[in-house]
């Protein structure tokens, strides 16, 4: 596979440190000759001097057969320039950018960015899971369609303890894919019954997250 | 005419002051505020510290109710980006968006922004000089 990676900070050096071990064929595009230099006396010549979201260097990194472009540097509308380009001028099939601002991850993937990353969100959301008893947990985010896999845990005050799945009514987008009770999973029912202590599992939209957790979790 | 500039340096401050004289009702932003200082004196209009590919920024600027958005900033990739934000998040009826790179213009132009490319733009006025002068002295030889 052939992935051209688009800054040289230390999130495209140790990603091309990285895609290299595992037998990928990797080009990493960087704009400071200074920066580039240290890659290419690291991993050799695997290193292209220049602006990633000017077509030409895109062009003679031999974008138009390149699997994927990934752009990693410290800047969101760099990023989003390069993946634009890769797509629009050389259709590269799939085009990954890092975001720093959190709320760029939709707008980048309104705009045909095909995968984010934001390290914020990210370490916002292992904060969150590490905080112990929280009742209403964002696992994470799928790439499609804007869902979100959350965790709820069904406290005695909750409104829907001890009802059925059934009776409760949930968001339209939303489904309850599984029950951690105890040691056990389930798949739940529509006659299943919720308990206190029971870890809910739910895929929703990320839009309906909050109405879902008001649901689930009365003292949140 | 709500109007919201993005980039205070000589075009963003002339634009700016011109359009706030001729009534309408201007912002500015410019993540330095001593940009600002290109604008005259009396300036009527809001200044706004910030990024324009900031959201929140373009909001406190008034971009929900902005007819025109124009980025100048001298960053083709943040005109671009910002420029896409204030067309797709806010609607935005007319978005005007400098890119130096006559190969990103073309690029965008054709996504549907409407594009200044000062590059071409001045080289097209200067070759105008230049070839428009050959001739005439080729014909005095």
């Known amino acids: 596979m052939y992935n051209i990676v688009v800054g040289g900070g230390k999130v495209g050096f140790y990603l091309t440190k990285q895609l290299l071990e595992e037998g990928h064929e990797v080009l990493l595009i960087e704009r400071n000759p200074e920066k580039a230099n240290l890659v290419s006396d690291t991993f050799g010549a695997v290193v292209l001097t220049g602006d990633g979201a000017e077509a030409v260097t895109l062009a003679s990194a031999g974008a138009a057969r390149a699997d994927v472009v990934i752009a990693v540097t410290g800047e969101d509308e760099d990023n989003l320039v390069v993946c634009q380009t890769a797509r629009q001028k050389f259709h590269v099939a799939k085009t990954i950018a890092r975001v720093n601002n959190p709320k760029n991850e939709q707008l980048f993937r309104m705009l045909g960015v095909d995968v984010t990353v934001s390290q914020t969100n990210h370490i916002l959301h292992l904060i969150e899971q590490s905080i112990p008893d929280r009742p209403f947990l964002h696992l994470l985010s799928l790439r499609h369609a804007d869902l979100a896999m959350v965790e709820a845990r069904i406290t005695d005050e909750s409104v829907v303890a001890h009802k059925a799945i059934g009776e409760i009514d949930l968001p339209v987008d939303c489904v309850i894919a599984a029950i951690s009770r105890g040691n056990h999973v389930t798949v739940p029912t529509a006659a299943t019954e919720l308990l206190p202590g029971d870890d809910v599992i739910a895929v929703t939209r990320v839009d309906q997250e909050d109405e879902l957790r008001r649901l689930l979790c009365t003292d949140c | ?141």
């Open chain 2, 1 to 141: 005419m709500r109007v919201v500039v993005m980039g205070c340096g000589r075009v963003g401050a002339r634009v700016a002051s011109n359009l706030a004289h001729n009534g309408h009702d201007v912002a500015v932003v410019d993540t330095d505020p001593r940009a600002f200082r290109r604008l005259p004196p009396e300036f009527p209009g809001d200044t706004i510290i910030g990024t324009g590919i900031d959201e929140d920024v373009l909001r406190s600027a008034g971009i929900e109710s902005a007819t025109v958005f124009i980025a100048v900033t001298n960053g083709d990739n943040r005109n671009i980006m910002a420029a896409q934000v204030a067309r797709m998040i806010f609607d935005v009826p007319e978005v005007i968006c400098r890119i130096y790179d006559p190969v990103r213009e073309d690029t965008y132009r054709r996504l549907g922004l409407t594009t200044v490319c000062p590059t071409t733009t001045v080289s097209a006025m200067i070759l105008d000089h230049v070839i428009g002068a050959v001739p005439r002295r080729g014909l005095e030889d």
